[in-house]
T-cell receptor, first 110, second 116 residues
Framework: QKEVEQNSGPLSVPEGAIASLNCTYS??????FFWYRQYSGKSPELIMS????GDKEDGRFTAQLNKASQYVSLLIRDSQPSDSATYLC??????????FGKGTRLHILP | DVKVTQSSRYLVKRTGEKVFLECVQD?????MFWYRQDPGLGLRLIYF???????EKGDIPEGYSVSREKKERFSLILESASTNQTSMYLC???????????????FGPGTRLTVT
């Protein structure tokens, strides 16, 4: 199993709906998790970090971490066309290196 | 806001040339990183530095070296560029002592390098 895995998509979501992006991780990953957004041709930008089990909310974004099931999710409420991008999940592994998933392409349908 | 800048957005070099990619951050961050991003392979860590003159190899250090003489500047060097080093190169920084800091990374705009 790869350390951080994401479905490549594309994930198509109607405007105004909730977009749900998922990421699973292996035992080699420790407790720090991050979500980045990357628009086409641009560099990644940090959306949220999450370090403990449960939910963390920031505006329209909610990160969810479930250590028992080894997954971390990002929910985007009231999706907008401007949310169309590739979303990268990242985590710290046990060698103290940050590992990125390959990203999920999200397409918000107007 | 954190600002990370990279010396060039686009660069074209010939095989065998020595290539320097420069990265500067203005937020006094301790840690700096170099990644390359390729379609289908995602972001891969080349090198990182957690302090001036300190460096650690990432997952793909072969063919690259780095230099960090000042806290705000981290350079990536391709000793003898090859066509398989054609890629998008991304620099990032994060604050705090490594292994105790936030690990939240802030990226520069990237340098698209083409080696012909």
């Amino acid at each position: 199993q790869k350390e951080v895995e994401q479905n490549s998509g594309p994930l198509s979501v109607p405007e105004g709906a909730i977009a749900s992006l998922n990421c699973t991780y292996s035992d080699r990953v420790s407790q720090s998790f991050f979500w980045y957004r990357q628009y086409s041709g641009k560099s990644p930008e940090l959306i949220m970090s999450i370090y403990s089990n449960g939910d963390k909310e920031d505006g329209r974004f909610t990160a969810q971490l479930n250590k028992a099931s080894q997954y971390v999710s990002l929910l985007i409420r009231d999706s907008q066309p401007s949310d169309s991008a590739t979303y990268l999940c990242a985590a710290m592994n046990r060698d103290d290196k940050i590992i990125f998933g390959k990203g999920t392409r999200l397409h918000i349908l107007p | 806001d954190v600002k990370v800048t990279q010396s060039s957005r686009y660069l074209v070099k010939r095989t065998g040339e020595k290539v320097f990619l420069e990265c500067v951050q203005d937020m006094d961050h301790e840690n700096m990183f170099w990644y390359r991003q390729d379609p289908g392979l995602g972001l891969r860590l080349i090198y990182f530095s957690y302090d001036v003159k300190m460096k650690e190899k990432g997952d793909i250090p072969e063919g690259y070296s780095v230099s960090r003489e000042k806290k705000e500047r981290f350079s990536l060097i391709l000793e003898s560029a090859s066509t398989n080093q054609t890629s998008m190169y991304l620099c990032a920084s994060s604050e705090g002592e490594w292994r105790a800091g936030s690990y939240e990374q802030y990226f520069g705009p990237g340098t698209r390098l083409t080696v012909t």
